[in-house]
Nanobody, 114 residues
Framework: VQLQASGGGLVQPGGSLRLSCAASGSIVGIKAMRWYRQASGKQRELVAV???????NYVDSVKGRFTISMDGAKNILYLQMNSLKPEDTAMYYC?????????WGQGTQVTVSS
């Protein structure tokens, strides 16, 4: 199974983007799906996670601005990002945690700049 992330781009502060992460096939045994980001020169950080039970959690810096969701039927993970700030600029990665292991998608670049 491969994960394909998309939806990144250049956006002005205050703008919105929606990231998508599509799986190449059905994924069994999903425990959680997650979005991470890594800004230049910084460590990768967990941004948002959604469990198979639809419980969602966020890093404090994005609470109230980002929403993670999952279309289980289509095996697509989303991250709706609103009120974007320059400090949200980073490469964003999706990740799936399953009963049999972890899979990472390739990154999609988000740049917030005027």
């Amino acid at each position: 199974v491969q994960l394909q992330a998309s939806g990144g781009g250049l956006v002005q502060p205050g703008g919105s983007l929606r990231l998508s992460c599509a799986a190449s096939g059905s994924i069994v045994g999903i425990k959680a799906m997650r979005w991470y980001r890594q800004a230049s020169g910084k460590q990768r950080e967990l941004v948002a996670v959604i469990t198979s039970g639809d419980d969602a959690n966020y890093v404090d810096s994005v609470k109230g601005r980002f929403t993670i969701s999952m279309d289980g039927a289509k095996n697509i993970l989303y991250l709706q990002m609103n009120s974007l700030k320059p400090e949200d600029t980073a490469m964003y990665y999706c990740n799936v945690l399953t009963t049999w292991g972890i899979r990472w998608g390739q990154g999609t670049q988000v740049t917030v700049s005027s």
